[in-house]
């Protein structure tokens, strides 16, 4: 299409047979299409055209996620963190983590379930690849992908954004996030320490966006 451009510039103006006109319109053409690409790489525009794949977790100091396929503790601001960001959005995610729930499925929330042996799951959608799973919210603007470990191990490296919370203390548990790779996320947003007096822990959040 651009070549086409430039060929009609070139024999438009060429056909009045001025060179320094064809020369003039090769320049213009080039100004315009080079600030449409610079305008398609701005991170806006990436995010409106592109599904964000984005991770949320919560990891203890030694990455541990949980135990028993339970989650170890209880932090209801982060649990009301959870359902801000997600709500109104598609959430994906292992078995064991959907059997995890308390109550299931998540209620406002497009629940989708990765699975090779579930059948039929009133209010979910079963797929048995997370490829899958992905390719039904590929119209939608940000997906959530929210664990378990097995999940989370094989959509780090696919994934744009981790909405983190780390809880300041180790655990001991069964189940591991994967380790960050730290020269791949930066850290577009800390929030200050918080102490949660029900678990008398302190924790924080963090959002990484991969390296581009
Ligand atoms: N701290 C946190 O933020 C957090 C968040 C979520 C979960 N968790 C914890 O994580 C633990 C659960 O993690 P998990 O690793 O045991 O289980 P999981 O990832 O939730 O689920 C594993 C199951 O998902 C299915 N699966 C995984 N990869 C698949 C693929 N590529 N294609 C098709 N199916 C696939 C398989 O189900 P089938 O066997 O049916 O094929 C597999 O057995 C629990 O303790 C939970 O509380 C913690």
């Known amino acids: 299409m651009i070549y086409s451009l430039i060929r009609w510039s070139t024999v438009n103006v060429n056909g009045k047979g001025n060179n320094l006109f064809c020369?003039?319109?090769?320049?213009v053409i080039h100004f315009f299409c080079s600030k449409f690409v610079a305008f398609l790489l701005t991170t806006d525009t990436y995010d409106k055209l592109y599904m964000k794949k984005s991770i949320i977790v919560a990891i203890a100091d030694?990455?541990?996620?949980g135990k028993d396929n339970d989650l170890i503790w209880h932090i209801s601001e982060d649990l009301k963190r959870f359902k801000?960001?997600?709500?109104?959005h598609t959430v994906v995610m292992?078995?064991?983590?959907?059997?995890s729930l308390p109550f299931r499925p998540l209620k406002n929330r497009r629940n989708i379930v990765v699975s090779r042996t579930l059948v039929d799951v009133e209010g979910v959608e079963v797929v048995d690849s997370i490829d899958k799973a992905f390719n039904l919210v590929a119209d939608e603007q940000e997906v959530f992908v929210m664990g378990g470990a097995?999940?989370?191990?094989?959509v780090i490296d696919v994934a744009d954004r981790i909405y983190l919370t780390v809880v300041k203390k180790t655990f001991e548990g069964d189940t591991y996030f994967p380790k960050i790779?730290?020269?791949?996320?930066s850290c577009v947003e800390e929030s200050e320490v918080?102490?949660?007096d029900n678990e008398k822990v302190e924790f924080y959040y963090q959002i990484l966006d991969r390296v581009r």
């Open 150 to 154: 097995s999940i989370y191990e094989q």
């Open 62 to 65: 030694n990455n541990v996620i």
């Open 194 to 196: 918080i102490f949660d």
């Open 181 to 185: 790779d730290e020269s791949k996320w």
């Open 84 to 88: 801000k960001l997600t709500e109104h």
């Open 94 to 99: 292992g078995r064991n983590t959907y059997f």
């Open 23 to 27: 020369v003039y319109g090769f320049f």
